[in-house]
């Protein structure tokens, strides 16, 4: 898992292979880069210790959510 944290106080644990919404995955994201209107100030690479994963299938068009405040895509289709 990512544990991401973006310099507005956003953050979020999530598997390093999700989508973002800009096409690239959660695992690409570097501290001092930009990802969703906000510097990401840090992306901690943490043994997960569980079986699985989940994820969303939103009803809209664009396959994209918000995951505790911050947009991300679906790896569902």
Avoid: C
Wanted: charged fraction near 20%.
């Amino acid at each position: 898992m990512v544990h991401l944290i973006l310099s507005d106080g956003r953050e979020l644990w999530v598997s390093p292979s999700h989508p973002t919404a800009d096409g690239r995955t959660v695992g690409e994201l570097e501290g001092n880069g930009t990802y969703d209107r906000s510097l990401v100030k840090s992306t901690e690479l943490i043994p997960y210790q569980e079986y699985k994963t989940y994820d969303l299938l939103p009803a809209g068009n664009t396959g994209f959510y918000w995951a505790n405040g911050i947009l991300l895509a679906s790896t569902l289709r």
